[in-house]
Protein backbone atom coordinates (compact mmCIF):
# COMPACT_ATOMS: atom_id res chain seq x y z
CA UNK A 1 0.00 0.00 0.00
CA UNK A 2 2.60 2.83 0.56
CA UNK A 3 4.09 1.79 -2.74
CA UNK A 4 1.09 3.02 -4.22
CA UNK A 5 1.15 6.18 -1.91
CA UNK A 6 4.45 6.92 -2.70
CA UNK A 7 4.04 6.39 -6.68
CA UNK A 8 0.94 8.69 -6.58
CA UNK A 9 2.65 11.19 -4.47
CA UNK A 10 5.46 11.34 -7.21
CA UNK A 11 2.82 11.86 -9.76
CA UNK A 12 0.89 15.04 -8.29
CA UNK A 13 3.76 16.88 -6.19
CA UNK A 14 3.94 20.02 -7.51
CA UNK A 15 6.59 22.50 -6.60
CA UNK A 16 6.28 25.29 -4.92
CA UNK A 17 1.95 24.48 -3.85
CA UNK A 18 1.23 24.59 -0.15
CA UNK A 19 0.60 20.77 1.31
CA UNK A 20 -0.88 20.27 4.60
CA UNK A 21 -0.17 17.32 6.48
CA UNK A 22 -2.76 14.60 7.11
CA UNK A 23 -3.18 10.43 7.80
CA UNK A 24 -5.53 8.11 7.42
CA UNK A 25 -6.15 5.50 9.81
CA UNK A 26 -7.06 2.09 8.89
CA UNK A 27 -9.19 0.07 11.00
CA UNK A 28 -10.88 -3.66 11.45
CA UNK A 29 -8.77 -4.59 8.25
CA UNK A 30 -9.57 -8.25 7.76
CA UNK A 31 -8.98 -11.44 5.44
CA UNK A 32 -10.49 -11.50 1.86
CA UNK A 33 -14.08 -12.75 1.72
CA UNK A 34 -14.26 -12.90 5.67
CA UNK A 35 -15.58 -9.90 6.34
CA UNK A 36 -19.17 -8.31 5.34
CA UNK A 37 -19.03 -5.10 2.49
CA UNK A 38 -20.98 -2.50 4.20
CA UNK A 39 -22.59 1.06 1.89
CA UNK A 40 -21.16 4.23 2.86
CA UNK A 41 -24.27 5.93 2.85
CA UNK A 42 -26.38 2.91 4.42
CA UNK A 43 -26.84 2.31 8.53
CA UNK A 44 -24.59 0.47 10.29
CA UNK A 45 -26.07 -3.36 10.85
CA UNK A 46 -27.19 -2.89 14.30
CA UNK A 47 -28.87 0.39 14.02
CA UNK A 48 -30.74 -0.77 10.83
CA UNK A 49 -32.22 -3.85 12.74
CA UNK A 50 -33.33 -1.70 15.84
CA UNK A 51 -35.31 0.72 12.66
CA UNK A 52 -36.77 -2.81 11.22
CA UNK A 53 -38.15 -3.81 14.69
CA UNK A 54 -39.40 -0.28 15.44
CA UNK A 55 -41.20 -0.62 11.97
CA UNK A 56 -42.75 -4.39 13.10
CA UNK A 57 -44.10 -2.95 16.04
CA UNK A 58 -45.61 0.22 14.58
CA UNK A 59 -49.11 0.10 13.96
CA UNK A 60 -50.32 0.24 10.12
CA UNK A 61 -51.01 3.88 9.11
CA UNK A 62 -54.27 4.29 7.13
Not at 12 to 29: F, I, N, R, S
Not at 37 to 55: M, T
Amino acid sequence: MLSYASSLLRRLWEPGTAYHKAGVVLDGLEPPRTGQQLSLFSPPPAIAELGNKREEKSPPVS
